[in-house]
């Protein structure tokens, strides 16, 4: 007996022991809470864990969590000069007003960074040329965080991974952008407030002086540091925008909210202009204080009314829930505009066309609060997509901004400046997979690939693989036809200018499109022969198709070939019984002026061709299929074959039918008739007939990839 209690103690130590400290999160306890402080208030629930040597804390409400239905977009919260917000602050009341979860990410120290700040930026802060995004684990302690954080997000059935945002103010909204730059393939979208790009040599300067001191000599001689160990390898802080990662993944949305009485004012145009000239999407926000609004260092007024409006965390409201929220404010009795737009706001619901949920505010909508100065690198702002393209209009910020030797800096006092200057290294689509024997592992017994086994398997199953394993697609570039993001080692011959001339490092563009050309000249017989179909389908224009061979991903430029940018030849037009007109065709001729706004309109959806599923005689599962990252055909039950995965979009049948018995169905192979997509602008309904011209196999509708609904069109069944 006493042998049995001695045994029995020592499980319950050893368990204990291996509950204190989880290598991923688990919900906060007396045993595991350490310094992280756990929430009790019945709506927020904490986790903890160790990425590493520190402990960290994740604070998270999730709308009614454990119920069935469709899962939640997730926005995450910087807070780094505390462990985060346990109560239920301003994100949580937005989730639950719009719809969707939270998370409020902090630290439970070491707080050694300027400020005292909690989160380690990366790479001693010297961001330069040669490095200008630099992530992974080596360089700070926080990347395993955060990577923990979204691999968690991952696991839980109620949390949507493809739309997790994050958001910071000041200091921990230049952490939020270190952030969605090294997870740029995880991150659907970044607000910045009261933050943007420092550059070296250059004002507005930051409090820490970042960008002008590296960490380590911030630490060793505090404020002093500008003046005796200037940052002579800096360039940029606290990251540059650089995303050399999966082509389909590779965008950032930055929405970037600033005072022009701020004293940070000008770095908000520093980013602007990097995402710019990467490719990405700016959405500049440029607010100025009024009689109602003293600004300064500050977020603007209905915060995360306008981080939802602009990154689109839901659906954006109709035209006619804009027109009655517009009529509502300008007939209220409310005595300033703010109180009108508050009153209006807080009964939006009883607006004809805002009645059935909540809605993501529009800009005009959120104008009547605020009107800042707005600059939309690619016309997109929430769920919109068709507003003006606008170059990034530089802010009229109470304190000028630029480079050292344009003003006098009291603070920062150099002997002889020098920064890091060059040409960032391009992303070039020349790449070679890896030839290591392991060059990574699947499946639930962790088996290792070669990249070479992987290029053998079937079409749909090698692009399965790729998006979900980051090693795969790190390795095995080539088959993974991510090749668009690997570094060069060697500049790009014909650099391009950011934005402050002559004493500002080099940018290279991304974009190595040999379907570009600055003088494409007329269209070829191969786009003429293809210009028929697009002027005739469906409710197309002239104007319509013309807008295309603007678009490498158009339809018309694909199929016929056509070079971008090409002008119509007089035969062409003649097909639109007219002739054509010069200034509707975008010019294409080289500048001598920094491009403002990116020369490629990224797409948002995958650029690859229809997944295929390629049959033998026998009808066999898909080895290589993961139903929600857990398990494979043979562990899944036939209950499971009319199921979705919420993350790839497949849907069990079609990928286990040997399992699931469905090899001899008729429908296995062919359309499914009741399926259609409706698109909100258009109000529209397009079937399965309407591919590639207005619908495409891999686009994802209502989580669920088009591919398996139009078997048939997507050519599914065939080698």
Not at 247 to 256: G, L, M, N, W
Not at 649 to 664: F, Q, S
Request: proline letters at 6%.
């Amino acid at each position: 007996m006493v042998l049995l209690r001695l045994i029995l103690s020592l499980a319950i130590l050893l368990t204990k022991v291996h509950s204190e400290k989880p290598e991923k999160p688990e919900i906060c306890t007396l045993s595991n809470k350490e310094s992280c402080e756990c929430s009790e208030n019945g709506i927020v629930t904490t986790y903890v864990f160790w990425p590493g040597d520190d402990q960290r804390c994740i604070h998270a409400y999730i709308p009614d969590e454990g119920k069935s239905g469709p899962s939640y977009p997730v926005l995450i919260e910087i807070s780094g000069y505390n462990q985060g917000s346990l109560g239920t602050n301003g994100a949580v009341a937005a989730g639950q007003k719009y719809g969707f979860a939270t998370l409020s990410l902090g630290s439970t120290g070491p707080f050694d960074g300027g400020g005292n700040f909690g989160l380690e930026f990366p790479a001693n802060g010297v961001i330069n040329p040669d490095n200008p995004a630099p992530c992974s684990s080596s360089d700070s302690r926080e990347y395993a965080f955060i990577e923990g954080v979204l691999d968690w997000i991952e696991s839980v059935d109620d949390l949507d991974q493809s739309k997790v945002y994050v958001y910071g103010f000041s200091q921990s909204s230049m952490f939020a952008a270190y952030v969605a730059v090294c997870f740029h393939d995880r991150i659907a979208g970044l607000w910045q407030g009261g933050s943007g790009l420092a550059l070296t040599s250059h004002i507005p300067l930051t409090p820490g002086l970042q960008g002008q001191c590296s960490k380590s000599a911030s630490d060793t001689y505090g404020k002093e540091c500008c003046d005796k160990e200037f940052c002579n390898e800096c360039a940029y802080w606290p990251i540059y925008p650089r995303t050399c990662g999966n082509k389909d993944t590779a965008v950032i949305v930055d929405c970037i909210a600033m005072y022009t009485n701020d004293f940070l004012c000008g770095t908000d145009y520093y980013m602007a202009n990097a995402l710019v000239e990467e490719g990405h999407d700016a959405r500049l926000l440029s607010f100025s204080p009024s009689d109602e609004v003293n600004g300064g260092h500050k977020s603007p007024n209905n915060l995360h009314d306008w981080m939802v409006g602009c990154l689109g965390i839901v659906d954006s409201c109709s035209s006619a829930c804009e027109d009655n929220f517009t009529k509502c404010v300008t007939d209220s009795n409310k005595s300033t505009g703010l109180e009108k737009f508050k009153n209006c706001l807080s009964n939006i619901g009883d607006l004809e066309g805002c009645e059935e949920k909540p809605c993501a505010l529009t800009l005009e909508m959120l104008r009547l609060s605020e009107d800042p100065v707005v600059s939309l690198s690619q016309g997109k702002f929430g769920t919109s997509s068709s507003l003006p393209v606008d170059k990034i209009t530089r802010p009229d910020c109470e304190k000028d901004f630029g480079s050292f030797a344009d003003f006098t800096v009291n603070t920062c006092k150099p002997e002889n400046i020098q920064f890091a200057d060059g040409s960032i290294a391009n992303c070039i689509n020349e790449c070679q997979d890896s030839t290591d024997t392991v060059a990574f592992t699947w499946g639930g017994n962790n088996e290792g690939f070669s990249c070479l086994q992987l290029s053998k398997k079937k079409v749909n199953s090698i692009d399965n693989i790729c998006k979900k394993s980051v090693d795969a697609n790190k390795n095995c570039p080539k088959t993974c036809e991510s090749c668009s993001a690997v570094p060069s080692s060697l500049p790009s011959a014909v650099p391009s200018s950011l934005f402050i001339p002559s004493s500002k490092p080099t940018i290279v563009g991304t974009n190595n499109d040999p379907t570009l050309s600055p003088n494409p000249g007329f269209c070829g017989s191969e786009c003429a022969a293809e210009w028929p179909n697009c002027v005739n389908f469906g409710n197309n224009s002239c104007e319509s198709c013309q807008n295309e061979l603007q678009n490498p991903s158009s339809i018309l430029v694909k199929k016929g070939n056509c070079m971008v940018g090409c002008e119509p030849t007089d035969d062409m037009m003649k097909i639109c019984g007219t002739e054509l007109d010069p200034t509707s065709i975008l010019s294409l001729q080289p500048t001598t002026l920094p491009s403002s706004v990116p020369s490629v309109d990224p797409s948002v959806l995958p650029s690859i061709e229809p997944s295929v599923l390629p049959i033998t005689e026998e009808c066999q599962d898909d080895e290589t299929f993961i139903f929600k990252s857990k398990k494979n055909c043979l562990q899944l039950k036939k209950n499971k074959c009319k199921k979705w995965d919420k993350m790839s979009g497949m849907l069990v049948r079609n990928h286990c039918p040997e399992m699931c018995e469905y090899c001899e169905s008729p429908k296995r192979c062919k359309d499914d008739d009741r399926f259609f997509v409706k698109k909100e602008e258009s109000e529209k309904k397009y079937r399965c007939k309407h591919i590639p011209r207005k619908i495409s196999c891999t686009d994802m509708y209502k989580k669920k990839l088009i591919s398996e609904r139009c078997r048939e069109s997507c050519n599914f069944c065939e080698e």
